[in-house]
């Protein structure tokens, strides 16, 4: 015989416990901080190595990261080097995994947000009828 959950955060329901989403909410403030953190160093990195490996200007360097990591690839600088290949080919895949994830995080905290503010006004219509 299994107990019966005696509130809503042993019931796992994390909307109705406001001590159990602001948990929930803080693990993914982290998760978006951390991946938006490691997506600036890893374009930072990608701009130094491209700089220091083609010769290319800083200005240059960190348009071909951002060109490379969006998967725009205009086409007007292209990595000459067997190295630079393949790491163009590693960071791409890279960049559009974290790009992913912190557009994933941005727009859940934002949906977050927008449902919060329409529980409050729900309630605050609720108990003043």
């Given amino acids: 015989m299994t107990p019966e ?3 809503a955060a042993d019931s796992g329901d994390r909307d109705s416990d406001p001590v159990n989403q602001e948990e929930y909410t803080g693990q993914r ?3 978006y901080k951390a991946a938006l953190a490691s997506a600036v160093l890893l374009m930072a990195a990608a701009t130094a190595f491209y700089h220091f490996e083609e010769g290319w200007s800083w200005v240059d360097s960190f348009y071909f990261s951002s060109v490379a990591a969006t998967t725009v690839g205009f086409g007007d600088l292209t990595p000459t080097s067997d190295t630079s290949k ?12 974290l790009i992913g994830v912190v557009l994933n995080e941005r727009l859940n905290r934002r949906a977050r947000r927008r449902v919060s503010r329409h529980q409050r006004t729900s309630r605050k ?3 003043s009828q």
């Fill in 86 to 97: 393949l790491v163009t080919v590693f960071y791409i895949f890279a960049g559009i995994s």
């Fill in 29 to 31: 403030d982290h998760v």
């Fill in 125 to 127: 219509r609720n108990s």
């Fill in 5 to 7: 959950p005696t509130s």
